[in-house]
């Protein structure tokens, strides 16, 4: 190898970092602007989009899919993906409301629901390398059975009575915003900083940007990626309690499709399929488009068909630009 050659291969990195941030940052500031300019018009179409009342209910209702996606980023940053994200969600929200409807504290409660459901994303990773199981097959498995577990222990009954104390929780507000805003606010933060400034966060991208350059390199690649699916499932529990929160009983259907809403949050937000490419904040900005555009569509009194219509073109366009992005920085 020339000492030309080697120079080029040097400067390769850099030009790659440069290249994903101005995709990065292309990619938010396009959703940016695509968020203010649907604000500005549906506050002219409905006088009701903009009142306090209906930013908390869309808020509220977000909030859920949005603590979801953000494990999912994660997930698809690795050129993964989690089919079992809705199951665990429904599973952590009725492992919480049997633990509470048994006399357990409500903490404790809810910590067992957490690292229950936790537990069951890192077992799905380890499946998933250990046993080079893909992803999708892995965790379409792991949706069935554990909706079949959630089904087989409720009887496919409702759990009710919950404490007043807790479900209490759904109506609480600061500064006027729902609760559950602030704790979806709180995992996103917390997602931001692992993305950004941790060994962890850097090594998911390395995976997801080539596995075996990334092995070659140190990086243990197991560990990687029980803790990739390890944080997806704590993010979906996390969601569950949530849910459970809302709808204050424990359902065994709770989290139906959920998996399909958080990928969708990231993949709008700019998270690639293909790895290696997703920001946390850009999911955020996915799950508030997508919410809005559901919200707005209920007000304006569009046919709710119409509206999954819509959103499943967003999806495939977003695909489509990250594609052709691709072929262009090839």
């Known amino acids: 190898m020339t000492e030309t050659t080697m120079k080029k291969?040097?400067?390769k990195p850099g030009i790659m970092e440069k290249i994903q941030a101005f995709r990065k940052r292309y990619s938010e500031s396009t959703l940016m602007a695509i968020l203010v300019a649907f604000v500005i018009i549906m506050s002219f179409a409905s006088d009701r989009f903009l009142t306090l009342t209906n930013i908390a209910?869309?808020?509220r209702s977000t909030s859920i899919v949005g603590v979801a996606a953000v494990g999912m980023t994660f997930v698809i940053i690795t050129a993964g993906i989690d089919l079992s994200v809705g199951s665990i969600l429904g599973l952590s929200g009725v492992?919480?409301?049997?633990?509470?409807?048994?006399g357990v504290p409500i903490?404790?409660?809810?910590?067992?629901a957490i690292l229950c459901g936790t537990l069951v994303g890192v077992i799905q990773g380890w499946v998933?390398?250990?046993?080079n199981v893909p992803p999708f097959i892995a965790t379409l498995a792991g949706m069935m059975i554990i909706r079949g577990g959630v089904m087989l222990i409720t009887g496919a009954n409702m759990v009710s009575g919950l404490p007043k104390s807790f479900r209490s929780f759904a109506t609480a507000e600061i500064a006027g915003l729902p609760a559950v805003f602030f704790i979806w606010v709180a995992v996103l933060v917390l997602g931001a900083f692992i993305a950004k400034y941790t060994k962890f966060g850097r090594n998911i991208y390395a995976i997801g940007s080539n596995e075996e350059a990334a092995r070659l390199s140190g990086i243990n690649i197991q560990k990687n990626i029980v803790a990739v699916y390890g944080f997806c499932a704590f993010t979906a529990s996390i969601a569950g309690i949530l849910f459970l929160?809302?709808?204050?009983?424990g359902l065994p259907s709770a989290g139906t499709g959920y998996e399909?809403?958080?990928?969708?949050?990231?993949?709008?937000?700019?998270?690639?399929?293909?790895?290696?490419?997703?920001?946390?904040l850009g999911t955020f900005l996915g799950a508030i488009i997508i919410a809005m555009i559901r919200n707005g569509g209920n007000l304006l009194g569009i046919n709710p068909f119409i509206l999954n219509i819509i959103v499943g073109?967003?999806?495939?366009?977003?695909?489509?630009?990250d594609q052709k992005s691709k072929k262009q920085g090839k």
């Open 245 to 249: 929160i809302r709808l204050g009983n």
């Open 260 to 280: 399909m809403d958080a990928v969708a949050a990231a993949v709008v937000g700019g998270a690639s399929l293909a790895g290696a490419e997703g920001s946390i």
């Open 9 to 11: 291969e040097q400067t």
């Open 107 to 112: 903490f404790i409660s809810v910590l067992g």
């Open 57 to 59: 209910n869309l808020l």
């Open 313 to 321: 073109s967003l999806i495939v366009i977003a695909v489509l630009l």
């Open 128 to 131: 998933i390398h250990k046993g």
């Open 95 to 102: 492992v919480a409301a049997l633990f509470m409807t048994s």
